[in-house]
């Protein structure tokens, strides 16, 4: 007998789970001292996105908000670690680009997300 009946992912769910696979790939290639720093900061930020993606799923539609503001603001903290990363040569080009390619869909579907909550908050 099934007790639990999960609730569709949101799409953005899926592309960073997807995009986190890619950052590990990358995270592995970089030298110890800047994996453990650097790296390890990026990876941190990237973990907690995820958490508040998936908290922002289950979370009833008023408490939703703060979960994907807090995601977003932390894409951009990966992005801005990132850039430092591959400006010190710990990215190479192409798999930066690819990278940053991916984190701004990430933020375009999690600002569409957060778009609709205002909408569905502001039009009782």
Sequence with gaps: MNYFTPTKAPSVLFKEKVTYTYWLKLYRKISKPERFGIGEKIDNLF?????????????SLADKLPFLEQAILKIDRIKFFSEIAWENKLIITGQHAEFIEKLEEIGRELGGWKKGILNKNSHP
């Design 47 to 59: 973990l907690e996105v995820l958490e508040l993606t998936h908290y922002g799923r289950y979370a």
